[in-house]
């Protein structure tokens, strides 16, 4: 019985150094922290930036910005070593909401090359400054 009450209960050892790191980012990002807006993404900043698409695959291979790679949401962490640390990173969903929380893991872990485009690729659509052709 000791062992499934054990069991059942969060592991607060491990997570207290990991709520501590998200405390400390969530204490000094600014408003503006991390975001992109499509209008924003003009020519210049385009060919510099590495846009990671962080829908699923579907998606990515139906549409998605010219140039993007993708690596889902959910699995940022798990593939962070196949991201640069030199080059500044736009991450998008199709709203903002999913890459957000993508963006968030990795500056957490670390990561302070990233960005997320504010209104995702829905908004990049609509408004963006540079589209290639």
């Known amino acids: ?3 499934l009450s054990a069991l059942s209960q969060p592991a607060l050892a491990q997570s207290d150094e990991a709520i ?5 980012y969530l204490m000094f990002a600014n408003y503006e922290a991390g975001i ?4 924003q993404i ?8 590495l ?5 699923d695959a579907e998606q ?26 030199d080059q500044k990173m736009v991450l998008f969903c199709n709203t903002g909401s999913l890459s957000s929380q993508a963006l968030f893991a990795l500056r957490v872990a670390g990561f302070d090359n990233a960005v997320v485009m504010q209104t995702g690729f829905n908004g990049w659509k609509e408004t963006a400054a ?3 052709e």
Do not use: C, H
């Open 130 to 132: 540079y589209k290639p």
């Open 36 to 39: 992109i807006l499509p209008a």
């Open 60 to 85: 990515f291979e139906a549409e998605t910005i010219p140039g993007a790679i993708n690596i889902e949401w959910r699995e940022v962490l798990a593939e962070r070593d196949s991201l640069p640390s």
């Open 1 to 3: 019985m000791l062992v």
């Open 42 to 49: 003009d020519q210049t900043i385009f060919d510099a930036v």
């Open 20 to 24: 501590e790191v998200m405390e400390d």
């Open 51 to 55: 846009f990671v698409d962080t829908r």
